[in-house]
């Protein structure tokens, strides 16, 4: 269990694991508290945005859109392996998901089966959506998967967690297909070996 990092020790961890960040307007009070709790905080969790082009994405997941108010995440990843980071405290990404699966990620050890929405994620996780159709077919390019396990791996090693606190949206909730295109085994495998 860990207190959600400052905004400015956000951006310097993320910096300093050796990512490009853009900061994304008044992104360190853009936020959905007064929804709710953020924190504390347990894990990472990833995502895909089904969509195409860095400014339309960055522009959605800033804003949102009707039904689901932004931010939808603290950073999107977009293709060329920036991070821009559009909000930070409770964001809406990861909605209602499995308390089982939060249990094994508390306790790093491997994920159980998400068979039901019974505990809220948005005040338990950091949020990367990252630029991709989510189809299956649209690439990933290399500097998009280094960002991807850059990124969560600066956030584990602020708070002391493994890789077993990275997690994607489709390990969390049921129905959920996020991310895909890449297997999150092979995520965590990233992430273990640059927290060696």
């Known amino acids: 269990m860990a207190a959600p990092m400052s905004a400015g020790s956000f951006l310097k961890a993320l910096k300093e694991e050796g990512l490009t960040v853009v900061e994304v307007g008044d992104w ?3 936020n959905r508290n007064a929804k709710g709790a953020w924190g504390p905080v347990h894990g990472v969790m990833l995502h895909h945005t089904v969509t195409k082009g860095a400014a339309r994405t960055v522009d959605l997941c800033r804003k949102g859109y009707e039904g689901l108010p932004g931010p939808l995440c603290h950073g999107v990843i977009t293709k060329d392996g920036r991070v821009h980071l559009v909000g930070y405290g409770r964001a809406n990404h990861a909605g209602l ?4 699966v939060l249990r094994a990620v508390i306790a790093e050890k491997a994920l159980p089966k998400d068979n039901e929405a019974n505990t809220d994620g948005n005040a338990r996780f950091y949020g990367f ?9 649209d690439p990933w390019p290399e500097e998009q998967l280094e960002a991807i396990e850059k990124a969560a791996a600066a956030v584990c090693r602020h708070h002391g967690w493994n890789e077993r606190s990275v997690i994607g949206h489709l390990e969390w909730q049921p129905g959920k297909v996020d991310p895909r295109g890449f297997t999150m085994n092979s995520m965590r495998e990233r992430v273990r070996d640059r927290l060696k």
């Open 28 to 30: 360190r009070t853009h």
């Open 97 to 100: 998901g499995d308390d089982e």
């Open 129 to 137: 959506e990252c630029e991709n159709l989510g189809d299956g077919e």
